[in-house]
């Protein structure tokens, strides 16, 4: 992942608005990430742990003309952690003891959302899903499930389950599929 500055982050998000968008604490350090070893960025805000963000590089970093999407996440409420209990990550499939994993919900994008619709899906509470993917960090189990993937290969499913999480949040398909979608508001050729 290319390293994005704090105004490509904050006009990333979908999901809440613009004012929000410039109350988020952004991760301190922005400079000082793993950029080369993310595949999105994904933080937890300091001052209100229930509270977390992502922004997903988007197909314009290929050269495509798609931006970052970003959202924001809150732990979803009411739901419990067991301590004595092993969970997995929706996206990257990494297995977690007691808190490592993390109902986080986000609002859907658009009126939808301002109405109080969410969507959620089980994430490893630190969002560091690119780092236990390459095994640069390691969860309490000590030791990813072993695979027959190729670290591409698991990098491209964690991807591609976060891209059908965001999919449903936007309600715009995948952000190659939105790319591919035309704006109503363009005119016709």
Request: a positive charge.
């Amino acid at each position: 992942m290319d390293p994005l500055g704090e105004a490509r982050i904050r006009g990333s998000f979908v999901n809440c608005s613009k004012g929000e968008a410039k109350r988020i604490s952004l991760p301190r350090e922005l400079g000082g990430l793993p950029w080369a070893d993310l595949d999105f960025l994904g933080w937890r805000d300091p001052g209100a742990p229930d509270r977390a963000y992502l922004v997903r590089p988007g197909t314009g970093e290929a050269g495509d003309g798609a931006g970052p999407v970003g959202i924001t996440l809150r732990i979803a409420p009411g739901t419990r952690r067991n301590l004595l209990r092993s969970s997995l990550c929706s996206l990257c499939l990494t297995g977690h003891s007691g808190g490592g994993v993390d109902l986080l919900a986000a609002p859907l994008a658009g009126p939808a959302g301002r109405q109080g619709n969410t969507v959620a899906l089980y994430m490893c509470a630190d969002l560091a899903c690119s780092l236990y993917v390459r095994g640069k960090k390691t969860s309490a189990l000590a030791k990813r499930l072993e695979e027959t993937l190729t670290l591409d290969e698991q990098i491209a499913r964690t991807l591609r389950n976060l891209d059908g999480f965001l999919a449903k949040v936007t309600g715009l398909g995948s952000p190659a599929a939105r790319q591919a979608t035309p704006d109503p508001g363009a005119p016709a050729h």
